[in-house]
Nanobody, 124 residues
Framework: QVLLVDSGGGLVQAGDSLRLSCAASGSTFSSYAMGWFRQAPGKVREFVASITWSGDDTYYADSVKGRFTISRDSAKNTVYLQMNSLKLEDTAVYYC?????????????????WGQGTQVTVSS
């Protein structure tokens, strides 16, 4: 089992950048594919990005492609989400998630492990 702790959220202005971190502990981090999801008020949780065990492959939602970058540092047991050119519609609680399946997936039900979430608020 892996434990995930999200951090790095905050209040920023449109066009700014922010980097989220997800620290993993309790298991072999390199054996988990990782994902980021987000949930805005009154909306369902949606996929943002995922990355394979090795970090060689990534997958993004169309809404963030070209603006967000997912990466992982196995030495630090941490996965990151670099968010650039933030928009008002990026406001949400962001969650990292882990799965033992080494695949890129956008489906939340394939991730059994979740962080507690970190709030990102983008203002105009």
């Amino acid at each position: 089992q892996v434990l995930l702790v999200d951090s790095g959220g905050g209040l920023v202005q449109a066009g700014d950048s922010l980097r989220l971190s997800c620290a993993a502990s309790g298991s072999t981090f390199s054996s988990y594919a990782m994902g980021w999801f987000r949930q805005a008020p009154g909306k369902v949780r949606e996929f943002v990005a995922s990355i394979t065990w090795s970090g060689d492959d990534t997958y993004y939602a169309d809404s963030v492609k070209g603006r967000f970058t997912i990466s992982r540092d196995s030495a630090k047991n941490t996965v990151y989400l670099q968010m650039n050119s933030l928009k008002l519609e990026d406001t949400a609680v962001y969650y990292c998630a882990a799965t033992r399946r080494d695949k890129l997936t956008r489906f939340s039900y394939e991730y059994p492990y979740w962080g507690q979430g970190t709030q990102v608020t983008v203002s105009s």
